[in-house]
């Protein structure tokens, strides 16, 4: 029995992203694509490569495809996508603004200096897997083109080089206490997994993200709330929330803009406190920069949102406008 069409068949994202092509023309104006001689071709490419990587599972829906762009950290893509195509200036502006970060990260990361041979030896190595060297050349094979924007460039780098150090504690303890008596070895891994196991630790992470969360909308500004409840929970433009709000359209859009990042800013500071001071029942042991940046990435991935849940139906919704508009 044939298998139905794909919800995200190719045709379907093109004429999508066709449809988006304004505002593409527009991030790709304001970003340092040119400085860094990226065409607008390998823009638009390096963007949908992360809304396939995001929806490769869902029904992808224009709203879905503009909420999920304007989120993108697009000047971090940009310069993943102008170094993977080998650009000098890309890749002058990366080793100026990441090589230091990287040392300091992995200094913290080991828990020694960023100048220790441990640490240099961590981000090194990174850098080389960054650069994707293969015969003197570099781009297909570069570690970058794993990054999709959902994170800044510099909390991704930072959760890899702690992926790094992890998986060089468990290679490392794979071969303690290998020989036996005699000086017999016994082989007890023969060949290292061909897939890395789940992270214990993923539920426990998206747990935290919707308490923080669920804590992060109690306390939002009435009107903030109104606009994210309209918009997520009811699914209503961005021109019936400017009608029913007295705002105009473009002010709605930079009204939610603020509010997300103002969320994702609280929620971070709150993760990274160990939750809210003042609530002992709802306290956790305090989150580092790379065990947030998986809390925004299991949740971005598994979508365990339901906005529908934390915005229950109300008379409010996309019904009353278009009441309003029939009046």
């Not at 409840?229 to 009608?243: F, K, M, P, S, V």
Request: with cysteine.
């Amino acid at each position: 029995m044939p298998h139905p069409p794909s919800p995200n068949a190719p045709s379907d994202i093109a004429s999508l992203f066709r449809e988006l092509a304004p505002r593409l023309e527009s991030l790709y104006s304001a970003s340092r694509a040119a400085e860094w001689d990226l065409p607008p071709k390998q823009f638009a490419a390096a963007v949908e490569r992360s809304v396939r990587r995001r929806f490769a599972d869902c029904q992808l829906t224009r709203w879905m495809l503009e909420e999920y762009v304007e989120t993108l950290h697009i000047e971090d893509l940009v310069l993943a996508s102008a170094c993977m195509g080998g650009s000098d200036s890309a890749w002058e502006y990366f080793v100026g603004e990441y090589r230091g970060y990287l040392r300091a990260a992995a200094g913290a990361i080991t828990k020694g200096s960023h100048s220790g041979a441990d640490a240099q030896e961590l981000a090194d190595s990174l850098f080389a897997e960054l650069f994707g060297l293969v015969d003197g050349k570099h781009g297909e094979a570069s570690l970058l083109r794993y990054f999709h924007g959902r994170s800044s460039l510099k909390t991704w780098l930072r959760t890899v080089l702690a992926q790094r150090h992890v998986d060089h504690l468990r290679q490392s303890r794979r071969w303690e206490s290998l020989e036996q008596d005699g000086g017999e070895e016994k082989p007890l891994f023969t060949t290292p997994p061909t897939t890395p196991p789940p992270d214990p630790h993923r539920e426990l992470y998206l747990q935290r993200f919707i308490l923080v969360l669920t804590i992060c909308l109690e306390a939002l500004d009435a009107e903030d709330r109104k606009r994210l409840e309209l918009y997520y929970a009811r699914e209503n433009t961005l021109a019936e929330i400017g009608r029913l709000l007295g705002e105009h359209e473009s002010s709605v859009s930079r009204n939610l803009e603020r509010t997300r990042r103002e969320l994702r800013s609280k929620m971070e500071e709150i993760l990274r406190n160990g939750g809210p001071s003042g609530e002992p029942v709802r306290r956790f042991p305090p989150m580092d920069d790379a065990a947030i940046a998986l809390c925004f990435e299991y949740a971005s991935e598994d979508a365990p949102i339901d906005f529908r849940q934390i915005f229950p139906e109300k008379p409010s919704g996309r019904t009353e406008i278009r009441r309003k508009e029939s009046s």
